[in-house]
């Protein structure tokens, strides 16, 4: 079972030290950066180009697809991420369904260990991406509520 995701958010610039999951924040200390506390995030795994390591990526494509990949691990699956939320730099996913006028929901096992992950396709000349750019980063909803974050790096090139 995955229940433990639900139980165990992690609380970004917080719990330094590990998952307050016991803790009622409003009995935490003030501190002085409220923004700190405003909301629980789920750091989760991401992979740019599934099945491919090197996430190289030609920057002056600027009408080519970013396949990325939520991947599900025994701590998170990324089952639960409404697709219609991820955004990835600034996109979000470029296949719309012709009858519906909703974002495409894509499931693959990308990383072959039985569990799917969630894929998502972004159009390159929608997101911030530049030449210049070193990682990727997306957020996200769950459906039954919190927030995810998670990144990989970029290698782009100029041909
Ligand atoms: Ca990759
Ligand atoms: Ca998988």
Redesign the pocket.
């Known amino acids: 079972m995955k229940l433990l995701k639900y139980l165990v958010p992690i609380v970004l610039l917080v719990a330094v030290t590990g998952c307050n999951q016991t803790e009622d924040p409003a009995t935490l200390p003030a501190i002085s950066n409220p923004s700190a506390l405003a909301a629980s995030v789920t750091v989760v795994e991401v992979d740019i180009i599934p099945h491919n390591p090197a996430n190289r990526i030609n920057c002056a494509g600027k009408n080519r697809l970013i396949s990325v990949a939520i991947?599900?691990t025994d701590d998170f699956d990324a089952m639960d991420v409404d697709h219609a939320t991820v955004n990835f730099e600034g996109a979000y996913e470029a296949h719309i369904d012709d009858e519906t006028g909703e974002p495409v929901r894509h499931t693959i096992?990308?990383?072959g260990?039985g569990?799917?992950?969630l894929v998502l396709h972004f159009l390159y000349r929608k997101t911030d991406l530049n030449c210049d750019s070193k990682e990727g980063c997306l957020t996200g909803e769950i459906y039954l509520g919190g927030d995810i974050y998670g990144c990989d790096f970029i290698k782009m090139f100029h041909k």
């Open positions: 991947i599900t096992d990308v990383n260990d569990d799917l992950d």
